[in-house]
């Protein structure tokens, strides 16, 4: 079965400093891997989506993923966080066509 | 384009009452499911739609719970004799289902149902 782990629950940063928001995942085979932000009172928005092609993937307002098989990781970077990336992050595994969620990053920005 | 639309955005009901929420897809999605997420807690799946047909309806907590999506487009997640654990945000997204399996889901608002 397929599963993800998010390993901090809360991350706080400073404004213009690196994020990194930590993603393992448990599957049996190859896995499409998602990362979600959803900010108060908001849907969920895809930022990224990893689907076994490149493992380094960009996706919207700078962030960056990497998958690592070999440490069965997905996390979640970005060079230089900004106020507005104050959000809740969710690290999605594709189960058999249901996702799969994370417990979710409570990132905080601080200025 | 229109997104995934979820009516209404909150619901407040007392505990014994039965509900309704709607959701619907975006257009050409064949694919529909509904989430719950509780308090402090990512969503978990309830149910899957492909096309009019519930493929799959293992999250459903119990059969107070139903959905219909009878048109293979709106759906309607129903919920009999309410309690006060299922306040949550329902979520409902829709996808493509193409050859190399799902796609990316696209998620709507969500309905934060509230029950005293």
């Known amino acids: 079965a397929q599963s993800v782990t998010q390993l901090d629950s809360h991350v706080s940063v400073s404004e213009g400093t690196p994020v990194l928001l930590r993603c393992n995942y448990s599957?049996?085979?190859?896995?499409?891997l998602f990362w979600y932000v959803q900010h108060p009172n908001k849907g969920l928005q895809l930022l990224l989506k990893?689907?076994?092609?490149?493992?380094l993937v960009k996706g919207i307002n700078g962030f960056e993923a990497e998958f690592k098989k070999s440490e069965t990781s997905f996390h979640l970077t970005k060079p230089s966080a900004h106020m507005s990336d104050a959000a809740e992050y969710f690290c999605?595994?594709?189960?058999?066509?249901?996702?799969?969620f994370g417990t979710g990053t409570r990132l905080k920005v601080l200025a | 384009g229109a997104g995934v639309s979820q009516t209404p955005s909150n619901k407040v009901t007392e505990k014994g009452k039965y509900v309704e929420l709607r959701c619907d897809p975006i257009s050409g999605h064949t694919a529909l499911y509904w989430y719950r997420q509780s308090l402090g807690q990512g969503p978990e799946f309830l149910i899957y739609f492909q096309g009019t047909g519930a493929a799959d309806d293992s999250g459903l907590p119990n059969d107070r719970f139903f959905a219909v999506r009878p048109e293979g487009s709106v759906s309607t997640l129903k919920i009999q004799r309410t309690e006060r654990g299922d306040s949550a945000v329902y979520l409902c997204?829709?996808?493509?289902?193409?050859?190399?399996?799902?796609?990316?889901?696209?998620f709507g608002p969500g309905t934060r149902l509230t029950v005293l």
């Open positions: 997204a829709s996808s493509f289902i193409s050859g190399s399996g799902a796609d990316t889901q696209y």
């Open positions: 990893y689907t076994s092609a490149a493992t």
């Open positions: 999605v595994v594709l189960g058999t066509y249901k996702y799969i």
């Open positions: 599957s049996s085979y190859s896995p499409s």
